[in-house]
T-cell receptor, first 116, second 117 residues
Framework: AQKVTQAQTEISVVEKEDVTLDCVYE???????LFWYKQPPSGELVFLIR??????QNEISGRYSWNFQKSTSSFNFTITASQVVDSAVYFC?????????????FGGGTRLMVKP | GAVVSQHPSRVICKSGTSVKIECRSL??????MFWYRQFPKKSLMLMAT?????????EQGVEKDKFLINHASLTLSTLTVTSAHPEDSSFYIC?????????????FGQGTRLTVV
């Protein structure tokens, strides 16, 4: 069975601090995809990144960066110089192919609060 | 712009009534759509897989008769919460893959916040 664990349920930082959100996953698949989504208070899910299991290069997008470590089954997310607008719940997810498509197993989420 | 549209975004209904939530793929055909449920301050849990032309596949513990799913066309799936009760109050969100491959980004609808009073 696939499982995604986000050990940090809530994180509070002061604006401009860097913050790392942890994600650890379990899967028996050799090919899989990992995702991060942002969920602001309005509820919609904002896609941040998709990474396949064969690509272990770290990725940077503006203030966001992701560290994929296959050896430790982790896919951590770092926000540099956090801003108040970053306050949201962040979900890490793992993709699984059922018979027909892309079904996601979500972690429990990390609520990030960035204070001015 | 949004590629998956979910309607309504918010609904309040009385106990015992039924509520229908629609999920539409806007510029692609989706033979499969997924319905998730999110309790307050909790994660998203898959409820069921909606399959065009066949019955939905429900996850363990999800009542089929309570949550009716109909994949009426290649662009529309509906979730009907029948005889709603306050414990059904939740955030429901659908997703549709553009293609039946796991490397496809899962496009999510905007979600529906259901409150049963």
């Amino acid at each position: 069975a696939q499982k995604v664990t986000q050990a940090q349920t809530e994180i509070s930082v002061v604006e401009k601090e860097d913050v790392t959100l942890d994600c650890v996953y379990e899967t028996r698949d050799t090919t899989y995809y990992l995702f991060w989504y942002k969920q602001p208070p309005s509820g919609e899910l904002v896609f941040l990144i998709r990474r396949n299991s064969f690509d272990e290069q770290n990725e940077i997008s503006g203030r966001y960066s992701w560290n994929f470590q296959k050896s430790t089954s982790s896919f951590n997310f770092t926000i540099t110089a956090s801003q108040v607008v970053d306050s949201a719940v962040y979900f890490c997810a793992l993709s699984e192919v059922n018979n027909a498509g892309n079904m996601l197993t979500f972690g429990g989420g990390t609520r990030l609060m960035v204070k001015p | 712009g949004a590629v998956v549209s979910q309607h309504p975004s918010r609904v309040i209904c009385k106990s015992g009534t039924s509520v229908k939530i629609e999920c539409r793929s806007l510029d692609f055909q989706a033979t499969t759509m997924f319905w998730y449920r999110q309790f307050p301050k909790k994660s998203l849990m898959l409820m069921a897989t909606s399959n065009e032309g066949s019955k939905a596949t429900y996850e363990q513990g999800v009542e089929k008769d309570k949550f009716l799913i109909n994949h009426a066309s290649l662009t529309l799936s509906t979730l009907t919460v029948t005889s709603a009760h306050p414990e059904d109050s939740s955030f429901y969100i659908c997703s549709a893959p553009r293609a039946p491959r796991r490397d496809t980004e899962a496009f999510f609808g905007q979600g529906t916040r259901l409150t049963v009073v």
